[in-house]
């Protein structure tokens, strides 16, 4: 056959099961734009730097949960608003629990192993296991808040020897907060300035800026083999990311005391000894420390960003933090976690940052194992799901005026804390975020000591930087800005 006919061929077979899928799926199908054949809805994707922003448009025109089709076979939810994903996440929780397993660049970096993209017992196991190493602060010879506190220090005197010029410190924060990683997990930091480490963030940065579960690669695998493709920089990346992890477990196993377990790595080569060693195997701890190193230090350091980006362009939130910071902590001691109830004000500028800046505002895919009724509605089973947060966290009807910068909207009259019932932006239900304890404490010691011992400015004869958030990939970043980091 030449090469026309065996292209044509391909085409053929592919609108036949096409219609054949088509002919299988379950009546009362949520609303969406109508699929073309073959490549579905492809063409009506976002291509702007704001995807979180472009998906609002199909809430607008079909309500709060809408159907796309992505390939020849690929179906897609959206859901959207506090009452449609609490009703899936909570009510529902054990239909929408599940990770998809169809997506292919999903599937090849995965393998359906792991915390993040795990399913079943084995992953549950996993869970447990790695949220008691998260709790438990005695793991290693230091308590987790005393790391937090030591690369705090570390990361003023490398802010301070900037000498107040104007930098872009984005870099700089996310080597800080990935030490934290690198402390729970190996037990030791990495020096700012190591190539390694510098290499293993960019990697990161890659992974966090490239995936997307919209990737064309997820429904046409073959687009994965392409020179430029994007599926072909995320691989080498958690290539790279996965000999760093391997070497380093090898390096443990030689040294390796269970009578003295210095981090993580060494509480999983303990636990190999007693546990299911289905759930507690080398491949599922490589897995899991991948998924740790990743997501623990791209959305913590991001958050940290905006922060700062926020601060420097609300000087008067500013005042207000290190007004409450001197008056009940001073300056001749760190701020710890044992300050959190007298620093309120502090704690709601965190969660405002949090809520505006919506770090990850499309929630990592769920899917469903069988057709399940949803708000009038049939999801068809192995759909891929995703929940639209930032529709939750900005949505006019539960916050005023939801985009400004406002921390007083988490405090009282009083300045004392107000809970608030739709902030999450670690989502909710079985797979929430179970890192989120980790972040918040993090960004509570890393701003309170920097914003005790520094002012954040916009460099002089500069604009007010922007504040607009780019969503390419994982994470809404913030454009690129310089700022003065000037000593108290």
């Known amino acids: 056959m030449t ?6 061929f ?18 009362n199908l949520p609303p969406g734009p109508k699929p073309l054949p073959i490549i579905g809805n492809i063409l009506d994707l976002p291509r702007s730097k704001q995807a979180y922003k472009d998906f609002l448009k199909y809430k607008e025109k079909y309500g709060d949960v809408v159907r796309l089709v992505l390939g020849p076979f690929q179906t897609f939810i959206l859901v959207f608003s506090q009452k449609a994903i609490h009703k899936a996440l909570i009510q529902q929780g054990n239909d929408f629990k599940f990770r998809p397993t169809t997506l292919f660049v999903i599937k090849k970096i995965f393998h359906g192993n792991g915390i993040f993209f795990g399913n079943g017992d084995v992953h549950q196991k996993l869970r447990k296991l790695t949220l008691v190493t998260l709790k438990d602060f005695g793991v290693g010879k230091k308590s987790l808040e005393e790391r937090i506190q030591d690369e705090t220090h570390i990361l003023a005197d490398e802010l301070e020897s900037y000498g107040g010029q104007p930098r872009d410190i984005r870099k700089t924060l996310k080597r800080a907060v990935a030490n934290i990683i690198a402390g729970i997990i190996y037990g030791s930091r990495l020096d700012y300035g190591d190539p390694e480490f510098i290499r293993l963030i960019q990697n990161i940065d890659t992974i966090f800026t490239v995936t997307s579960a919209i990737l064309p690669e997820n429904f046409f695998p073959f687009l994965a083999y392409l020179p430029n493709s994007k599926a072909r920089k995320v691989f080498n990346a958690f290539d790279d990311i996965s000999r760093y992890a391997r070497r380093r477990i090898k390096e443990h196993r030689e040294t390796f005391d269970p009578e003295n377990i210095r981090d993580f790595v060494d509480l999983y080569l303990k636990a190999e000894e007693h546990e299911d060693e289905e759930a507690v195997n080398e491949e599922n701890m490589f897995r899991v420390i991948v998924d740790m190193f990743n997501a623990g230090t791209d959305t913590t350091a991001t958050a940290l960003a905006w922060a700062i980006l926020y601060l420097m362009t609300n000087p008067d939130v500013q005042d207000k933090c290190q007004k409450e910071i001197i008056e009940n902590v001073g300056s001749g001691r760190a701020v710890s976690l044992s300050d959190k109830e007298r620093l309120q004000y502090l704690d709601a500028t965190i969660k405002e940052t949090l809520r505006l800046a919506c770090i990850a505002p499309l929630v990592p895919p769920h899917t469903v194992l069988e057709d399940t009724q949803f708000e009038g509605s049939t999801i068809p089973k192995e759909s891929t799901i995703i929940f639209h947060l930032n529709s939750v966290l900005t949505d006019p009807n539960i916050w005023e005026t939801p985009e400004e910068f406002h921390p007083e909207r988490f405090l009282t009259e009083e ?3 107000k809970e608030k019932e739709f902030f999450i932006p670690f989502s909710i239900g079985p797979r929430s975020c179970l ?4 972040a918040m404490m993090e960004l509570f010691l890393f701003l309170g000591n920097l914003l005790q011992r520094f002012k954040f400015k916009i460099p002089p004869g500069c604009q007010k930087p922007s504040i607009e958030r780019v969503h390419t990939g994982i994470t809404c970043q913030p454009h690129p800005y310089q700022v003065c980091v ?3």
């Open 415 to 417: 300045g004392r804390k």
């Open 10 to 27: 391909l085409v053929v077979l592919c609108i036949i099961l096409y219609a054949f899928v088509l002919s299988r799926s379950p009546k």
């Open 3 to 8: 090469a026309l006919e065996v292209l044509l």
């Open 435 to 438: 890192g989120k304890h980790l």
């Open 486 to 488: 000037v000593p108290n």
